[in-house]
């Protein structure tokens, strides 16, 4: 009988969604395209920063398997990245390897100190607007990473690119049973074996590896002058990398209705590069496309696509590195083409939504934009949007501060009531909106409809009481709400009248 009462008490565990046959089947068939599309993206990335293409494809192998584990977004790819590439290229170039390394490793470390002092949390100051064109951006990048490989190629390219597309669009009308982009790249391949034909393939991108990567320390002298050297890059690494892995983990939540853990994906991008130096990887980030291949167009929602992408991309490039070298980049150019397509947000720029949208969050969406092409770079594009909706935001908010008063019926005093949000921007022409010389020898101020937010606030209502007791005339603030109260009693009379 004990034994029975004790079963009924532990809790039943839930059995991982993965383990469904159908949902098992999508993550594997999910990993396995997205393991393809990381390729030639991998070894791109590794000639953009100047290393061998194998340092770039151990990176996404060891990034997507350790993210699986340690991240907090479920099905987001995170692998070696143009972002990096860009950030670590002048120190791979000038000093070599083993320093970029040693940069990826402090990278990290420093993720996981920011990861613990909360830099996640100010993900919810990125506005909207800011996110549509990080979004409208990246999806302009991706494309534009395709053009190279369509300009000076053999004509059979384009049909190629042509029937990858149709295979793209009217398979999932037809079946959702297997994905539309690896049944793509499976046709294109066999169609240019069997005919012979001569295109690009992605053996023509770089030499693939045919061992196994190996784990060992920097050959570095370990001292503060390399310290001083590697630690801007580190710097750059952490920033960039957290920052293009929050806006995918945010947007990858609206996409999928779900929500993430933002600080563990923070320390767990930061393990994952430490992880990566470790194993001679160049560090990486969030993969905003291939997390769009395996979310929005294979359909992949748990840990387990991201794990097998990077199992999947070793397997191939060292087991089956051959039969991988024959795929033809028509195939893949085809996949990022529908990727950078259904990324896009088409309705932020429709006629109808651009009448009706603010002025001002148009222009922070296009300044997003604008800053992201300009640089090629994804975090400096949002931090510039960012910027713009701050400045919008604090010129929007300056004009709300309305000052009105009236007059003591006994005509010895006048009521003045401040109505709005006194800050550094709207507490600038405070000061202007009293008759200081007209007004009665006492004066109220009423501030029971305002509230006092910083220093620059106070400083304007110190020079206000001392331009009456200029006069001879006195100051009276009332009503002050209690945070106010606070700011306003601990800092009144010590910054000096500023006016």
């Known amino acids: 009988m004990s034994s029975m009462l004790s079963a009924v008490a532990r809790p039943r565990l839930s059995r991982p969604s993965w383990l469904s046959p159908k949902v098992f089947r999508t993550e594997v068939l999910a990993g396995l395209v997205v393991a ?11 000639i953009l920063a100047g290393v061998d293409p194998r340092v770039g ?11 699986s584990i340690c991240g907090g977004r479920p099905a987001m790819i995170s ?21 970029l390394v040693a940069a990826v490793i402090l990278g990290g470390l420093i993720q996981v100190l920011l990861a613990a002092l909360g830099v996640a949390r100010l993900m919810r100051f990125i506005p909207r607007s800011v996110m549509v064109g990080f979004v409208n951006a990246l999806a302009i990048l991706i494309f534009a990473a395709q053009v190279p490989y369509l300009l000076g190629v053999p004509w059979l390219v384009y ?5 990858a597309l ?8 037809l079946t959702r049973a297997v994905p539309a982009p690896l049944v793509a790249i499976v046709v294109l391949t066999v169609l240019t074996v069997a005919a012979a034909v001569t295109v690009p393939t992605v053996g023509d991108q770089g030499e693939l590896p045919n061992s196994l990567p190996t784990l060992g320390l920097p050959q570095i002298p370990w001292t503060m002058d390399t310290l001083a050297l590697i630690a801007p890059y580190a710097v750059g690494i952490a920033l960039v990398g957290l920052m293009e892995s929050l806006m995918t983990a945010k947007l990858v939540d609206d996409i999928t209705d779900t929500h993430s853990n933002k600080t563990r994906e923070s320390w767990g991008q930061g393990v994952a590069n430490i992880v990566t130096g470790f194993f001679g990887g160049m560090g990486g980030c969030a993969m905003i496309g291939q997390t769009m291949i395996n979310v929005k167009a294979s359909g992949a929602r748990t840990r387990l696509s991201t794990f097998l992408s990077g199992v999947f991309l070793l397997i191939l490039v060292v087991a089956l590195g051959d039969v991988v070298a024959t795929i033809p980049m028509a195939a893949l150019v085809a996949v990022m083409i529908i990727v950078a397509v259904s990324t896009f947000d088409w309705h932020s720029v429709a006629p109808a939504t651009l009448k009706r949208m603010p002025l001002g969050e148009t222009l922070v969406m296009v300044t997003t934009v604008a800053t992201t092409l300009a640089t090629h770079n994804l975090a400096i594009g949002v931090v510039a949007g960012v ?64 509230h006092v937010w910083d220093a620059s606030s106070v400083a304007a209502l110190d020079a206000i009481t001392t331009k009456y007791a200029a006069r001879g005339k006195t100051v009276e603030i009332v009503e002050l709400n209690q945070p106010s109260a606070a700011i306003h009693g601990s800092l009144a009379g010590t910054l000096g009248a500023g006016h």
Request: glycine share 6%; aromatic share 10%; charged share 15%.
């Open 159 to 163: 049909p190629l690119v042509a029937l």
């Open 166 to 173: 149709v295979i793209m669009v009217g398979l999932p009308r």
């Open 57 to 67: 494809l151990f990176a996404s192998f060891t990034m997507a398997v350790v993210i």
């Open 36 to 46: 393809l599309a990381l390729i030639p993206e991998a070894i791109s990335f590794s």
């Open 387 to 450: 910027l713009t909706a701050m400045v919008i935001f604090a010129r929007r908010v300056a004009h709300l501060v309305e000052v009105t008063s009236v007059l003591d019926p006994d005509g010895g005093s006048r009521i003045y009531s401040v109505h709005g949000e006194l800050f550094f921007a709207s507490s600038n022409d405070l000061v202007y909106q009293f008759d200081y010389a007209g007004d009665p020898d006492k004066v109220i101020i009423d501030m029971s409809r305002a």
């Open 79 to 99: 692998a070696a990245t143009g972002a990096i590439a860009l950030v670590v290229a002048p120190l791979a170039k000038e000093h070599g390897l083993d320093y």
